[in-house]
């Protein structure tokens, strides 16, 4: 069975470019739907933080009328109540490539607040990305790659790459608020950046890295983890 680490953010909020703070985390589907299909096939999973930190749900991705029900928003709630992995996530300085069969980043705003400047996520990105191993990164967790720039080059230029979209920011109201968006700034990166409709499940598989756009595709990318994890 394979070892994945999850790098999830270590952020309870986001700052928006009037210097308030947007209450966020990790997006509940977005860790919940991969981590509960890879531990039902035997996979064994490792969470790591900026300083190790236990990673905060968005309260918001836990209400029903964004799970989709009541009982989706309670059985995600229940997921995360019981991963133990959890409650005892390694630093992400502290995470080695070496150690581990495939990376998995998964949402919410709060790598728009910590990971895209976090040196340690910037260097498991670029060594995942040149090792073949699976690298999965979905929504909001694409911010990570802007931590892989060396003076102004990163690896994923060139790259076929999805993300949560200007759209879909906009949709939620926060894209007029935000210091930068994530499309804005994959672009300029130098990803060919693409996209699928608003709110549907799309994914994007390029050599080993694979991306989705949003939270209802996190399921999807773990489908395609999973054939061909070993």
């Known amino acids: 069975m ?6 999830m953010t270590g952020a309870a909020y986001w700052t928006l470019k009037d210097g308030t703070r947007h209450a966020t985390g990790y ?3 977005e860790f919940v739907a991969p981590y509960k299909a890879l531990t039902e096939a035997g996979h064994q999973i490792v969470v790591a933080t900026p300083n190790g930190v236990v990673p905060t749900v968005d309260m918001m991705s836990l209400r029903p009328e964004m799970a989709g029900s009541e009982q989706i928003a309670l059985d995600l709630e229940a997921v995360i109540r019981a991963a133990e992995e959890m409650r005892r996530p390694i630093r992400l300085s502290d995470a080695r490539l070496e ?19 976090d040196a340690d996520a910037g260097r498991l990105l670029t060594a995942a990305l040149a090792s073949g191993k699976p690298l999965a990164i979905v929504c909001h967790a694409p911010a990570a790659m802007l931590a ?3 003076r102004g080059v990163s690896p994923f230029a060139g790259y076929r790459v999805t993300a949560f979209t200007n759209e879909e920011e906009n949709a939620v109201g926060l894209g007029p608020r935000a210091r930068w968006l994530l499309e804005d700034e ?12 608003a709110w ?12 989705g756009q949003n939270p209802a595709s996190a399921a999807l990318l773990a489908e395609r983890l999973l054939k061909i994890l070993p």
């Open 2 to 7: 394979a070892k994945l680490l999850f790098v």
């Open 27 to 29: 997006w509940a589907e």
């Open 99 to 117: 150690d581990y069969d495939a990376v998995y980043c998964p949402g919410g705003h709060g790598p728009m607040e910590d990971l895209y400047v």
């Open 148 to 150: 892989t720039r060396i």
């Open 186 to 197: 994959l672009i300029e990166l130098g990803v060919d950046f693409t996209k699928g409709e």
């Open 200 to 211: 549907k499940p799309y994914t994007v598989v390029d050599r080993n890295l694979f991306t």
